[in-house]
């Protein structure tokens, strides 16, 4: 189909933009320095509202009804569908991004101007990929402190504490792309796309994710998409949940006596089952350590004693560890699962099976000093489970 070419001045043009997350805010980059009237709609995020107040244009709650340009970015792909063919209804323009067929209008992709007021584009963006370590913001490493400290722009994850937070430059833009299980507030590939955006930008970016970004971080895909756009980018490693808590748990990964290697596992495949080399992860003398198996215990436990491990096997499942809230739970892996049935554990969790957990009893350090800060020693918390050790 053949389009009609039209120039609009931005200034008496009337524009809305419908959405209020990260598709948004990459949408309302696009019109950015316009001296646009432009109209958001919806809660904003706190990135999009920051924008709004740097270019004047007015945040509302309630959904437009008239307009001359509708802008739709509601990070649903249905949505943006009813939006448009509400659009089409009431003969307003309308640009779906994510899905140009919906269109009735094509806005030109536009990059930030090169002007005195855009500072940052006259510099090459660039990305760090930093590990911000498992909870405790004392495990940072220096580069990471320091990265944070010249930051632009930080991305965050939803296990980034606030203590750490608070250690970024002070005039950064902090983005909130977190996830929980079931639950992204993000998808991966708009985060992805928001960090082409922000480095193209010219912009000094910090992704930042709790732990190590290359052990089930989902760093190494954020760095394709950042290599696919032949931009800058660097890897500050951090310290990973299994070597954190176990340190702060007094469960050595390896020991000459007890396990001669470890082994790193999802509890949680990118096609949510739990689908995994149960023969060669119920061998004996090695010592497993689940990221992300809370959702999967019963079935963690069940399967390696199918496969060959005792049902005695002792096991440890850690909330919120290396942080004040650290709490452990041991047990066997025949009946950890039911006496932890009643409890709503508390995310991020950990979970290490074989002998090495019994090491605890006597290398625990910071669990007992824990406890005894919170008064737990003198009945005021009691431990939520009778478990053979729970602090």
């Not at 931005?10 to 432009?38: K, V």
């Not at 007890?258 to 096609?271: C, E, I, K, P, Y």
Request: hydrophobic residues 40%; contains cysteine.
């Amino acid at each position: 189909m053949e389009l009609l070419s039209l120039q609009f001045d931005p200034r008496h043009l009337d524009a809305h933009l419908i959405g209020a997350g990260q598709d948004a805010l990459m949408m309302a980059r696009q019109f950015q320095g316009l001296e646009l009237n432009l109209i958001l709609h919806g809660e904003m995020m706190p990135a999009l509202t920051a924008l709004a107040r740097e270019e004047g244009w007015r945040c509302v709650g309630e959904m437009p009804r008239t307009g001359q340009l509708w802008a739709v970015a509601t990070g649903c792909a249905a949505e943006d569908a009813r939006w448009a063919a509400r659009a089409r209804e009431r003969q307003i323009g309308v640009y779906v991004p994510s899905c140009p067929s919906l269109s009735t209008v094509r806005l030109p992709v536009r990059t930030q101007a090169l002007t005195p007021e855009a500072p940052n584009a006259l510099r090459r963006g660039h990305v760090s990929l930093v590990g911000a370590g498992p909870g405790d913001p004392g495990l940072l490493t220096l580069r990471a402190l320091e990265r944070l400290r010249e930051a632009d722009v930080v991305i965050h994850d939803r296990l980034v504490s606030p203590e750490i937070l608070a250690l970024a430059n002070p005039e950064a833009r902090r983005l909130y792309v977190g996830k929980a299980r079931s639950a992204h507030s993000v998808p991966q590939e708009g985060i992805n796309q928001s960090l082409v955006d922000w480095a193209q930008g010219g912009y000094q970016v910090v992704r930042l994710k709790g732990g190590d970004p290359f052990i089930f971080g989902r760093g190494g895909e954020e760095l394709q998409a950042l290599a696919a756009a032949k931009l800058s980018f660097e890897v500050v490693p951090g310290i990973t949940a299994a070597t954190g808590i176990s340190a702060y748990t007094g469960i050595p990964l390896t020991h000459r006596d007890h396990a001669q290697s470890v082994r790193f596992v999802t509890g949680h495949l990118r096609n949510g089952t739990c689908d995994l080399d149960w023969q060669t992860l119920a061998a004996p003398g090695q010592t497993l350590v689940f990221y992300m198996g809370l959702g999967t215990l019963d079935t963690l436990c069940d399967q390696l004693i199918q496969h060959g491990l005792s049902a005695s096997t002792p096991i440890a499942l850690v909330e919120q560890g290396t942080t004040a809230r650290q709490r452990l739970h041991i047990g066997t892996l025949d009946d950890l699962p039911a006496r932890l049935a009643e409890l709503e554990a508390a995310p991020p969790t950990l979970i290490i099976v074989g002998d090495v957990v019994n090491l605890h009893d006597t290398l625990g350090w910071f669990a007992t000093q824990t406890a005894k800060s919170l008064g737990w020693e003198s009945g005021k918390h009691p431990s939520p489970l009778p478990l053979a050790d729970s602090r």
